[in-house]
T-cell receptor, first 113, second 109 residues
Framework: GAGVSQSPSNKVTEKGKDVELRCDPISGHTALYWYRQSLGQGLEFLIYFQGNSAPDKSGLPSDRFSAERTGGSVSTLTIQRTQQEDSAVYLC???????????FGPGTRLTVL | DAKTTQPNSMESNEEEPVHLPCNHS???????IHWYRQLPSQGPEYVIHGLTSNVNNRMASLAIAEDRKSSTLILHRATLRDAAVYYC??????????FGPGTRLSVLP
């Protein structure tokens, strides 16, 4: 079956612009996770959703970052007024339920010029 | 937040067993221990997880210390394809799912 998909695969933007990153989880997966991976670094946990709810948003790096999930499916990570330090690969994962195996998408490589 | 510590890097010879250690001295009673790995230019993939008892699957074995303050991922016969960064993570109801820097495993032919 289809895995986790993310779009776009690559995004180049100018400093100060807003960007939206999309994640389509595996059908039926109730939990969805967002991570960020800077070049040569480990993964930084950003936020997770149980259904459409995000119980803890404290992992988001700043108030320029927001995420939502609708219909228990697609999720969007929005970064407002992008900065160069936002450049990274943004990874999305989903799992059948929280604490189950996470399946990762291919990521969106964001470059802020 | 419960944290894990792992060696930065390890080397193994092909077809030999590999033991990847992880310390998690602040683990709580409800934390699951997960292992993921990330092959070059790919997203992480699940390897194994456990709570208290040792676990085996087709990819690896997980040995958990009796006090749960450490665990070891065991690859029984390393192959070149096993070269990756291995992450040991504590999971408490999905919150603060923290990937540390992991262990970069090199497999020598």
């Amino acid at each position: 079956g289809a895995g986790v998909s993310q779009s776009p695969s690559n995004k180049v933007t100018e400093k100060g612009k807003d960007v939206e990153l999309r994640c389509d989880p595996i059908s039926g997966h109730t939990a969805l996770y967002w991570y960020r991976q800077s070049l040569g670094q480990g993964l930084e946990f950003l936020i997770y959703f149980q259904g459409n709810s995000a119980p803890d948003k404290s992992g988001l790096p700043s108030d320029r970052f927001s995420a939502e999930r609708t219909g228990g499916s697609v999720s969007t990570l929005t970064i407002q007024r992008t900065q160069q330090e936002d450049s990274a690969v943004y990874l999305c994962a989903s799992s059948l339920m929280v604490r189950d195996t996470q399946y990762f998408g291919p990521g969106t490589r964001l470059t802020v010029l | 937040d419960a944290k894990t510590t792992q060696p930065n890097s390890m080397e193994s010879n092909e077809e030999e067993p590999v033991h990847l250690p992880c310390n998690h001295s602040t683990i709580s009673g409800t934390d699951y221990i997960h292992w993921y790995r990330q092959l070059p230019s790919q997203g992480p993939e699940y390897v194994i997880h456990g709570l208290t008892s040792n676990v085996n699957n087709r990819m690896a074995s997980l040995a958990i210390a009796e006090d749960r303050k450490s665990s070891t991922l065991i690859l029984h016969r390393a192959t070149l394809r096993d070269a990756a960064v291995y992450y040991c993570i504590l999971d408490n109801y999905g919150q603060n799912f923290v990937f540390g820097p992991g262990t970069r495993l090199s497999v020598l032919p």
